[in-house]
């Protein structure tokens, strides 16, 4: 299966755990520093349904502030459409194949594996993509300079999932399911409950 498949299929299954989610729910506060559950699905919509154009002008008009764009974004999203009209969108977009300046397919791929996580962490409702989604992921984000700052967080580490054949660097470990290494690489500090290893401390400090 290709990775645009994965995230189509993998949109579409979001969509549906949306759907399922209670008022209270959309209100709680998500694993993505200051925004609600309501805040990052709205988020989600950006890639797959907004023209290149108008997220580069947005950008520039942000200042080139990346959390200033997004933020603009979130908003006027969440402003205009009701929970249950984000989950059908979010469904309704699955096809997508949009990315914006800057980003590519991994990085699209990983916005959803992220995001979707630091809702369904958050709820307490489990939403889990297949194991390789997760590991293209990783393969991807370990080397991420920009915006997570993964790269330097993984430095002179070795990262060893325990639940998939997946390992990378060398160094003191630090172990754990392959999602909940993503979230860490993303600077989700709560994963780091799920985490474990002799190389731990030094990656939650950074």
């Not at 645009?4 to 959309?26: C, Q």
């Not at 008009?61 to 989950?87: H, Q, W």
């Not at 990378?168 to 860490?184: D, E, F, H, I, M």
Request: aromatic fraction near 8%; charge should be positive; include cysteine.
């Amino acid at each position: 299966m290709d990775t645009w498949t994965r995230i189509a299929n993998g949109r579409e299954a979001f969509g549906d755990y949306l759907a399922g989610l209670s008022a209270a729910e959309w209100n709680t506060t998500s694993w993505c520093d200051g925004w609600t559950v309501k805040d990052v699905a709205a988020h989600l919509l950006v890639i797959p349904t907004m023209a290149k154009g108008k997220v580069f002008r947005s950008f520039v008009g942000s200042g080139f502030d990346l959390d200033r764009m997004n933020a603009k974004f979130v908003r006027s999203l969440t402003a205009e459409l009701s929970p249950a009209e984000i989950a059908a969108r979010t469904r309704s977009s699955a096809g997508s194949r949009s990315m914006p300046p800057g980003l590519r397919i991994h990085g699209v791929a990983t916005e959803l594996a992220v995001h979707s996580a630091d809702i369904s962490e958050a709820v307490g409702r489990p939403f889990d993509l297949p194991s390789d989604y997760y590991v293209e992921c990783l393969t991807y984000l370990k080397d991420v300079k920009p915006v997570f700052k993964a790269r330097q967080r993984a430095a002179g580490l070795r990262l060893q999932a325990t639940d998939v054949d997946w390992s990378t660097g060398t160094g003191p470990t630090v172990s754990g399911p392959a999602k909940q290494l993503l979230l860490a690489l993303a600077a989700r500090p709560a994963a780091g409950a799920h985490l474990s290893g002799d190389g731990l401390a030094t990656f939650r400090s950074r």
